[in-house]
């Protein structure tokens, strides 16, 4: 048996963009950086539905969250005619982690 499931948690590095498809259907794409000891990455992430409204609406650049989901890898050709390749997150559940304010 296959396994495609990723964990992961991080802080969204600009506003998520929510937007919606010809048939009304809620999309919102996110990009999220991962601190690893001495190492960064940067993430792309896609959610649907209505967790792509709460994404959208409810989280900001600099927002804490967790990910759980798979990844989807895709090629694609760009004008030019050179082929690209990528790979991003298909987020089925997003964990907003707020801060506690001090005292």
């Not at 890898?73 to 559940?93: D, L, W």
């Given at each position: 048996?296959?396994?495609?499931?990723v964990?992961?948690?991080?802080?969204?590095?600009?506003?998520?963009?929510?937007?919606?498809?010809?048939?009304?259907?809620?999309?919102c794409?996110?990009?999220?950086i991962?601190?690893?000891?001495?190492?960064?990455?940067?993430?792309?992430?896609?959610?649907?539905?209505?967790?792509?409204?709460?994404?959208?609406?409810?989280?900001?650049?600099?927002?804490?969250?967790?990910?759980?989901?798979k990844?989807?890898?895709?090629?694609?050709?760009?004008?030019?005619?050179?082929k690209?390749?990528?790979?991003?997150?298909?987020?089925?559940?997003?964990?907003?982690?707020?801060?506690?304010?001090?005292?």
């Amino acid at each position: 048996m296959d396994i495609n499931r990723v964990f992961i948690s991080g802080t969204l590095t600009r506003e998520p963009e929510l937007s919606y498809t010809l048939s009304n259907n809620p999309v919102c794409r996110m990009n999220i950086i991962v601190r690893d000891n001495n190492r960064i990455n940067f993430f792309n992430v896609v959610v649907f539905g209505k967790l792509a409204e709460f994404c959208g609406n409810k989280l900001k650049k600099d927002s804490k969250i967790v990910i759980e989901g798979k990844l989807k890898f895709s090629t694609y050709t760009i004008k030019s005619g050179e082929k690209r390749r990528s790979v991003e997150i298909i987020a089925e559940k997003v964990h907003h982690i707020e801060k506690k304010e001090e005292k």
